[in-house]
């Protein structure tokens, strides 16, 4: 019943004995947190959002929480359309 258990249910041997071994010591196994994917965003919502960061005083925490996109997206974005000089500099159109 062992060796067939993990395979049926697709679950490495390994991990399945950790797991045992922190439920036996009265502890609950931990999750791993995984990074989402991004959300697509078109080249006018982008504009639009290093407009509103810009606009904002560079606060990037807050244009993150208010688009739902990360911070370094944001920051990236912004520091991107300042050395472009605006969205027709060529740094800037390598983005899209």
Same mark, same amino acid.
């Given at each position: 019943?062992?060796?067939?258990?993990?395979?049926?249910?697709?679950?490495?041997?390994?991990?399945?004995?950790?797991?045992?071994?922190?439920?036996?010591?009265?502890?609950?196994?931990?999750? @791993?947190?995984?990074? @989402?994917?991004?959300?697509?965003?078109?080249?006018?919502?982008?504009?639009?959002?290093?407009?509103?960061?810009?606009?904002?005083?560079?606060?990037?925490?807050?244009?993150?929480?208010?688009?739902?996109?990360?911070?370094?997206?944001?920051?990236?974005?912004?520091? @991107?359309?300042?050395?472009?000089?605006?969205? @027709?500099?060529?740094?800037?159109?390598?983005?899209?």
């Amino acid at each position: 019943m062992r060796a067939k258990f993990p395979f049926l249910h697709n679950i490495l041997d390994t991990l399945l004995r950790n797991w045992v071994i922190l439920y036996n010591n009265g502890k609950e196994p931990v999750r @791993k947190w995984v990074r @989402k994917m991004g959300r697509k965003v078109s080249y006018d919502e982008k504009i639009g959002i290093v407009k509103w960061v810009l606009k904002h005083n560079h606060d990037y925490k807050q244009a993150a929480q208010k688009f739902d996109i990360t911070y370094s997206r944001a920051y990236a974005w912004t520091q @991107k359309y300042e050395q472009a000089n605006g969205p @027709k500099g060529p740094a800037w159109q390598d983005q899209g």
